[in-house]
């Protein structure tokens, strides 16, 4: 055997593979009902506007429907805008909305 060379060649080349999932982002129980609520009509002083020009959501609680409020009149009609599947409490410096 004259003058053999015995070459390796190695191919290794270190592949990740990288799975995309689509997943569903979830919504929060309070932050699904803000959504829900935000743009029905609101009437007040005889001005209809969107629940959302007078209500801002507040992340407090992922299960329940924390609100501030811009002006303390819209509160009752926001009972009057949501119906009676809705109970509207104030707690403390913010609105409480639960579904009944």
Do not use: R
Not at 6 to 28: G, H, I, L, M, Y
């Amino acid at each position: 055997m004259a003058n053999e060379h015995k070459v390796e060649t190695k191919a290794s080349v270190d592949s990740k593979v990288v799975e995309t999932k689509k997943v569903a982002a979830v919504v929060p129980a309070g932050k699904k009902m803000w959504n829900d609520m935000k743009d029905l009509d609101i009437d007040v002083f005889a001005i209809v506007k969107k629940v959302s020009d007078y209500f801002e959501y507040a992340p407090i609680d992922n299960n329940k429907c924390y609100l501030t409020c811009k002006a303390s009149a819209a509160l009752p009609a926001l009972e009057t805008t949501l119906g009676k599947g809705y109970q509207v409490n104030v707690v403390e410096k913010y609105i409480l909305v639960e579904k009944v």
